[in-house]
Every structure is written in C-alpha cells, then in structure tokens.
C-alpha cells in the first residue's frame, strides 16, 4: 500500500511540474500576423502582410509576407515563403511579473534578407526599434494587442493557428 501512495504522489509531481514549465512560457511567444494599408501613389490602398515570430529565448523574426511587385501575400506563413523577405529580432517584456496588459519591445537586425537565409546570419542589432500592446485571458491562453513596427503606426495583431 506504501509502494503505491508512493508512486502516485511521484507521478502527481511530474504531472505538476510539466504545467508549472508551461505557465512560464511568456504568452506572446509565437506567430502573429498583421496588415498595413499602403497609402499615397500607386499603391494607395494596397495591404502588405506581415509576420512576427517570438522565440522562448527572446528572439524570432519579421517578415513581409508580400510580393512587392504586385502586392500579393506570396504565402501564409513565412516558413513557407523561402524568397520572403524579413529580419531577425530580439525582443523584451516590459513589465518583470506577468500581467493581463503587457508590452515588449524589439529590435531588428541590420540585416534584411530573404526567410531561407536568417538561420544562417548572425542577429546584429540595428536603430530600427518596435514595439507591441498586448492583453491576455486570466489563463494567457488567447490574446490580443497592437504592433509598431519601426516605431510607426500602430496595426491590430492576429494570432497564428
């Protein structure tokens, strides 16, 4: 009987420890999706698609899903458009403990390349500064918020599936 309160209490704490690593996770990380309206000249009113990614390690990426020729998105996902092209990040959270209102900050790496080629390249960091809103569920499960990119106007964040 001894053996076997034994185990349950082991396999309740593996249980709990795997929820704890899982709550620690900053509920931004991930894939997030958001569109500019072009304006003045030719492309007035065209809308170039982005992607930002977040890293645990407080890296990722940012991406324009967009051909720039005919402003089309070239795919959905960065991870699918090789010749898409995008920069490397590294990001922070503002705040030190975890709220339901939160913002974080970025920074681009110099260099602006094609997706296939940012595994590759080193992150160096550039001027170039961003900036994100979010607000999260009590559980941090869903979210949403707001993105400056560069520093400009402030464009309404999708979560990715």
Known sequence: MKKLLFISGLL???AC????????????VGSWKWFATQTGGETDGIKVF????????????????TE?????????????????????IRWTRNEEIKTQEMTYEFNFGIIYT????????????????GSVKMTFNKDYSTGS?????????????????
């Open 68 to 88: 720039d020729d005919i402003f089309k998105p070239q795919a959905d996902r960065l991870e699918d458009c090789p010749t898409c092209t995008a920069w490397t």
């Open 17 to 28: 420890s795997k929820d704890d690593e899982q709550k620690d996770v900053d509920p931004i």
């Open 12 to 14: 309740l704490a593996f």
């Open 114 to 129: 094609e997706f296939s080629q940012l595994s590759s390249l080193p992150h160096t960091d550039g001027i170039d500064k």
């Open 145 to 161: 918020g707001s993105i400056a990119p560069f520093r400009a106007r402030e464009y309404d964040l999708v979560k990715m599936d």
């Open 50 to 65: 982005y992607q930002i990614t977040f890293f645990e390690n407080g890296t990722g990426y940012l991406g324009n899903l």
